[in-house]
């Protein structure tokens, strides 16, 4: 069973900094590109970065570019997301992502439950 399982997540002030990791199990994680999307209170979804299955190839949001920075840990079975500079804009629940292929471009197959981030002051 896959299972995807986010963490991480926290009040920070404007201007702090998170990291937020995603546990994955279930599937041989090395083989798929993953992504990161978040949900602003009362929005919808938005995508924020992809990472391709060995990590080399990454995507971001223009919202998030130069802020954000996704990495993952085949050995860990883990993806991040270093989230610095962080802004109320930022303010949403934070979704783990798994793609139905090996880079960046495939459709979603599993989430997460997601974990929280709260910017304020």
């Known amino acids: 069973e896959v299972q995807l399982v986010e963490s991480g997540g926290g009040l920070v002030q404007p201007g702090g900094s998170l990291r937020l990791s995603c546990a994955a199990s279930g599937f041989t994680f090395s083989n798929y590109a993953m992504s990161w999307v978040r949900q602003a209170p009362g929005k919808g979804l938005e995508w924020v970065s992809d990472i391709d299955s060995g990590g080399g190839i990454t995507s971001y949001a223009d919202s998030v570019k130069g802020r954000f920075t996704i990495s993952r840990d085949s050995a860990k079975n883990t993806m991040y997301l270093q989230m610095n500079s962080l802004k109320p804009e930022d303010t949403a629940v934070y979704y783990c992502?798994?793609?139905?292929?090996?880079?960046?471009?495939?459709?979603?197959?599993?989430w997460g439950k997601g974990t929280l981030v709260t910017v304020s002051s």
């Open positions: 992502a798994k793609l139905l292929g090996p880079t960046l471009g495939y459709i979603v197959d599993y």
